[in-house]
């Protein structure tokens, strides 16, 4: 008895408490669109049931029991966050418009540099070519059937840096298409083209102890006209390939990054001093002073000597052939001595140690390794 009076009173009560009709709004605590309980609307009512819907998706629909506590009804002390809906416009191009989102992410970082998403596809690849049809067709229908087409301004919808949902920057961004399919060109070919050895060259500077200057970085460093024209022509072949012109600030940013070594190597070179080397050979000496006078002509060699007082020899392996119970190798012998030398190059404010290597080639003394990196420090 006491059962049936239970249920009997569950039934009078649960349509006086539920005063909701369809079509009503009501809260719908999902974790969606970045915020706990967002706005939806009453679609049916079915007995103890009601099926609310939080989005135009087919798949943002639920069917919850009346009072479960995922449902709030009623606009009380509602989320100022909570999603608001589309207008018509809105509706109609999400339905339609969203196959032009990749399209728009490409060039947005172009438009407005908030925007980060990128991954701008190679210029004239099939995929550009996809992107500024794509554009195109999109900018017509911005000045046809979505006329007036604003940015869906919800929360929940609008992120940082990011397009989605921002309609009426989709179609700016489709309006000025042709400026910036120049401006993705040169960026993107930006990354495709690189200086070759120079970034790799400035962090060896960094990056060992002492600051090493590579030739080329000190080129970049107190030669910059003449290393920029020498690196600008280099890279216009590169750039042409992809029917655009060098941009530029194309070398800026390796510049501003030889500025910063440079006062390191002029804040720390004078505390620095050559340390002799305890050997000298007067045949490798002469052998060397003029390989150096080739290398960096006008350079004055202020002190030099030798780390041993023999030659090294060092063995290496050719492979000729194999048989089953032998592999088969040609040994060669070579001898070399390894110094340091302190320099004094025109142009360069300071002296500079660079390490040295000469080999033996029938019985003649032959540099192997001459030039390169430099340590900057006094000339003493």
Known sequence: MKTLIARLLFLVLVPAAYSQKVGDEVRYQCFCFGQEWVRATVERIDGGNVRVRYGNMDNQVVTLPINSPKLKIGNAARNPLESIPPDS???AFMNEGSRFGNAVRYFAPYFDPQFTEGGTPV?????????????????????TRFRGLTDYNSPGYIRPGSTDYRFGVWCQIAANRVSLEKKARIGVVKTLVNLGYTEENLNFGFNEPENPIRWETQQLIWEREKWRAEKLAWLRPKYAVYKTEVPADATAAAEARADQLKAMVLRDAPGRSYKQPPYRDASVESVVKTALAKEYPGAQVIKIGLDYRTWVQRQSLDYVASDDLFR???????????????LKIPNRPLCQMQDFVVGLSGGKVVPAGVGGSGTFMRCE
Request: net charge positive.
């Open 328 to 342: 088969y190798y040609k040994v060669s012998y070579n001898s070399y001595k390894r110094g340091t030398v302190l």
């Open 89 to 91: 416009i809105q509706k």
């Open 123 to 143: 210029p004239d690849s099939a995929q550009w070519k996809n992107t500024v049809a794509e554009l195109a067709e999109l900018d017509q229908l911005c000045n």
